[in-house]
């Protein structure tokens, strides 16, 4: 197997490397509310408690207004993953699949409204990096889709959220991780999400970091985190595992 250390490793981007990053400043230049498109937003500041990763101007552009900020609970969606060996991983989601973020991610992803970036950075940034990890020891591990989506979709949704969420705590991206074709999981019960994700992953290459933290955008029963662990053997004593979503909720 090859190494893990060159082709699949992504070092955290400069803001100008985003792929989105003229989006972002020209709206931060406006000042509107990406949500209620009314009231103007709200800068982030640098003594703010939830933003203890990268303190660029770019990190701290507003894109809600401070009403919309303090309508969602952050951070309070937490999900469990219950492993076959016993054991668990707590996972943490930026905001519950609720309203208003539930028709955003909708928007986005089913509808490809790419206007809707803006709100789920806001979101992005909301999370902060599990303890103690940073970019000499960590990898983002975010779920990848498959060829036949990315051509479906025209954009890669997850992977531009994954590269700002790495720009955010300034830590690597790990892309070594694929997937093979399978119906969609959206609709499905657990136990069917956990059949048909079942051997659906696999690696290129195996994460050199000691710490792994698997990202997805929406986490309802945590069957796809859960198949990429243990159909890929990653709670086998060599990685603290970590799990982290946008959104939770069924």
């Not at 303090?70 to 668990?88: I, K, P």
């Not at 696999?202 to 029963?221: E, S």
């Not at 859960?226 to 069924?250: C, F, M, P, S, T």
């Amino acid at each position: 197997m090859a190494s893990g250390k060159s082709q699949y490793l992504i070092k955290p981007p400069t803001w100008w490397q985003l792929p989105f990053a003229p989006a972002l400043v020209w709206q931060g230049t406006l000042g509107r509310c990406q949500l209620c498109r009314l009231n103007p937003c709200t800068t982030i500041q640098k003594t703010d408690p939830q933003t203890d990763t990268h303190q660029h101007w770019f990190n701290r552009l507003g894109f809600l207004c401070a009403a919309c900020d303090a309508s969602v609970d952050w951070q309070a969606a937490t999900f469990r993953l219950n492993l076959a060996n016993g054991d668990t991983i707590d996972g943490v989601a930026s905001a519950a699949y609720t309203y208003p973020y539930e028709r955003v991610m909708t928007r986005y992803k089913n509808q490809h409204n790419l206007t809707q970036l803006l709100p789920l950075v806001h979101a992005v940034r909301k999370l902060a990096p599990p303890p103690n990890c940073h970019t000499h020891n960590s990898v983002i591990l975010p779920v990848p889709t498959t060829t036949k989506r990315l051509r479906e979709r025209g954009f890669d949704a997850l992977g531009w959220l994954s590269v700002y969420l790495s720009f955010h705590w300034q830590i690597p991206l790990f892309t070594g991780l694929a997937r093979h074709e399978r119906k969609r999981q959206q609709g499905l019960s657990r136990e069917a999400r956990l059949t048909n994700v079942k051997q659906a992953f696999y690696f290129h290459a195996r994460p050199q970091a000691r710490h792994v933290i698997l990202f997805d955008d929406v986490v309802t029963t945590g069957a796809t985190l859960q198949a990429i662990i243990e159909d890929n053997r990653l709670a086998d004593g060599k990685y603290r595992l970590y799990a982290r979503g946008i959104l939770h909720g069924v």
